[in-house]
Structures are given as C-alpha cells and as structure tokens.
C-alpha cells in the first residue's frame, strides 16, 4: 500500500467549502484523502495553520490524517500574502518527512502547494503529481489573468512534475495548449461524487425540509461569491423569469470570496432591492455536505454560470441528486452536460438566453427525462474510482523514477 503526502497549502481540506479560499478543491482533498484512505493506503495531508486553536494533527479517519503547519501568522491571509510563506511551509514539512520517514509521492494542490512540491521533489528526491485546479493562462483566457509571475511559476511546475492531473479532456487540452505540458505526463482522473449523500429524493419533502414554499420554481446557485463564479448572471436570469411572469425564486449558497468577495455581495443586495426581488431572493450561508445535497434535491434547476471551470463539481452532485444544470460551456463543464440530454450548455451570457434554457428545463415533457438521465450520468463518477487511479499512478511513477528538470 502507498504512503502518500498530499500539500494543501492555502486552504484545509476540514473548512467549509464555499466561503473564502474554500471550494471544491476543499470537497476533492478530502474526498480523495478518504476514498484512498479506505482502499488501505495511508494519506497525510498539510496545510497551513490559519488558527491557532488547531491541533497540529487531526485524524480523520483511520490512515487519514490532517497536519497543521504554522508557517506565517496563524490567522486567514489574502491569497497575496500567502506565497510569502511558502518557504517556511516547505522547511516544516520536509522536517515532518525526516521524523516519520519519506512519503511513496508527493500530490500537491493548487500553485502554491506546487511550489513546495517542487522544492521537495528536489531536496528529496520524492515524485511530484501535481493538481492544479485553476491556471492563471487559462483563467486570463476567458476571464482576466491575476499574475504574470504565477503563470511562470505554474509553467515551471508542470515541466518538472512527474504527473499533472487533468479532470477531465478538455482541462488536459488546456494544459499543452497554455502550457505546453508533455502529454505523456498528463493523466486523466475524473473527479467524484459522494453518492450517499448526493442522491434522488422527493422535492416537497426538502423543500418542507428546508422550510420552502414548495410551489414556486427555485433556482440553485452554489459556490464562492465572486465575480469568476458569475452569480451575478444566476440573479439577473431570476430577474428576467420574472419579468416573464414565472413564478421563481432564487437560492443562493456561499460566501464572499477573495479581495472583491466582499463587494460582489454587497452588489448583489443592491440589484435585488433595485429589481424588486428581495421576497424572492434568499441567500444562505455555505452549507455542509449533507444539508447541500438537501437544497440541490429542493431546486428545480441549478445555474453554473462560471466564467472559468476546471470540472464542475457543483454540476455533477447536482446531477446525482436528479435536478438538472444550466451551465456555462467552459473548461469540464462541456463534458459533464450533454445539451437536451441531461441539462443545458451556453455561450451566452445573456440573462434573456438563460432564461429561455431554464424555461426549457423546466417543460414538463422534458424535465424528467432530463432529470433522470443526469443520475445516469453522475453515476458514472466515484471518490473510489478516482482515488484507485492515484494509487496505480503513484505505483507507476515509483517503477519509472523521477522526471529531471
């Protein structure tokens, strides 16, 4: 069995998804920390201590354990501040290797946890397999890039990783064409869904659950409130549905997230006292995994208008619980949704075309086809699978040895 070391720098696998620097990468770290845990193999994650009250180890779950480093204040830092501190993470970690002994690999999350991966694979001579989650090139590609330094940085890591993980084709398509990446270092592993809590259910019941009006149509938006996740569109569709006379609401779960989190919320109130639809509005504080998967089964239809998305995560658990999507075609969502079959996938961002689509869902000779094939296809998914995928890669990578860079 593999021992495995999993870096998680800028955000802790235990937070709440959906506020902050929290969101699926949060869902995938301990998703796939579990499933291979297990399988038997034994998985340490480390991450940044943002509080002081943590205990340097938490275990999960038998051969699952999360390790709090202190590495900077021990207090939540703006994404800016946070590579300031990489340094101090690398050393804490590499003294952690030298205690208990040296990881089979090293699977690093997001830029900055690449950063330290880098250094380690280095000065240890340990495998790198390296997840990204978003790139700098190809937010920047349809969206507005952050940093040019990040981008270099990220284009060093990939040619020195001995494995980069892509969600998905089209996320590995992405990474040689902004990256360059070497397609024989690039390896496919879909994403998960916790089925026993994302599953069908009976609509009125989570609605009375969630103490809803259980008539009018609701709409779903789930994730960080900032302007790359496109809540903004999800409220200005609501807007136009009720222009058009339909009888809607909207939910929205999650918090305000990076440097502008803030002003995106306070936007967002402002257009809903403006149009009118402050009865019809209804935002909720980010939810854990259980009671989310109770509001994707209450929605009639949940809108991923994202303007960059690596996978999805919040359309494929909507899918396993049977209520259709309405997303954005971009990055892992183009594979996830099949038009007219299991949801709907546009181009627009236009709240006159999202409206139409969610008229479309919402026709009664087509949402339970659709809603029944969006089960099907979310079964396909599983933490298990994903995580059997990782554990054959890490086997694999020790046969061939390390890449040199």
């Keep these: 069995m593999a021992r495995l070391c999993v870096l998680s720098y800028h ?3 235990l937070a709440q998804p959906g506020t902050g620097d929290g969101g699926g990468m949060n ?9 291979l845990a297990r399988l038997g193999h034994e998985v340490d994650v480390y991450t940044r201590r943002d509080d002081p009250a943590k205990r340097d180890v938490v275990i999960v779950e038998p051969g699952f354990r999360v390790h709090h480093v202190t590495a900077g204040p021990a207090a939540p830092l703006e994404r800016g501040e946070l590579a300031d501190h990489v340094a101090t993470f690398t050393d804490a ?13 090293i699977h690093a999350n997001y830029w900055l946890s690449g950063l330290a991966g880098h250094r380690l ?7 790198l397999i390296m997840t990204f989650h978003t790139l700098e090139r190809v937010k920047a590609d349809t969206f507005e890039g952050e940093s040019e330094d990040r981008a270099f940085q990220e284009a060093a890591i990939f040619a020195c990783a001995d494995a980069v993980l892509a969600s998905c084709d089209v996320e590995a398509d992405q990474f040689v064409k902004f990256y360059n990446a070497q397609r024989d270092r690039v390896y496919v592993v879909p994403l998960g869904v916790e089925h026993a809590f994302f599953a069908p259910g009976y609509r009125p019941q989570a609605r009375r659950a969630l103490g809803l009006d259980t008539v009018e149509t609701m709409l779903l938006f789930v994730g960080r409130l900032q302007t790359l996740k496109g809540v903004d569109l999800a409220l200005e569709t609501l807007i136009e549905l009720r222009l058009r006379g339909n009888d809607a609401m909207l939910a929205i779960i999650g918090g305000p997230s990076g440097i502008r989190g803030r002003d995106t919320l306070a936007q967002l109130h402002r257009r809903v006292s403006e149009a009118g639809v402050i009865d019809h509005v209804k935002f909720v504080a980010p939810q854990a995994h259980q009671l989310l998967s109770t509001w ?12 960059s998305e690596s996978f999805g995560l919040v359309a494929l ?50 949402t339970t086809t659709l809603s029944n094939n969006s089960v099907l296809m979310a079964r396909r998914y599983t933490w298990r699978a994903a995580a059997q995928s990782l554990a054959q890669l890490v086997e694999q990578r020790a046969a061939l040895g390390l890449v040199s860079c």
């Design 11 to 13: 955000t802790s696998p």
């Design 27 to 35: 869902v995938y770290v301990r998703e796939l920390s579990s499933a």
């Design 93 to 105: 970690v590499a003294t952690s290797f030298r205690r208990t002994g040296l990881p089979d690999a």
């Design 121 to 127: 694979k280095h000065e240890l001579n340990i495998p």
């Design 296 to 307: 994707m089964r209450a929605a009639d239809v949940t809108l991923v208008p994202s303007r």
């Design 317 to 366: 658990e909507s899918s396993a619980c049977g209520t259709p999507v309405v997303a954005s075609e971009v990055g892992g969502l183009i594979t996830l949704i099949e038009p007219g079959v299991n949801g709907v996938l546009l181009s627009s961002r236009s709240p006159a075309a999202w409206a139409d689509a969610v008229g479309f869902v919402l026709d009664p000779e087509t």
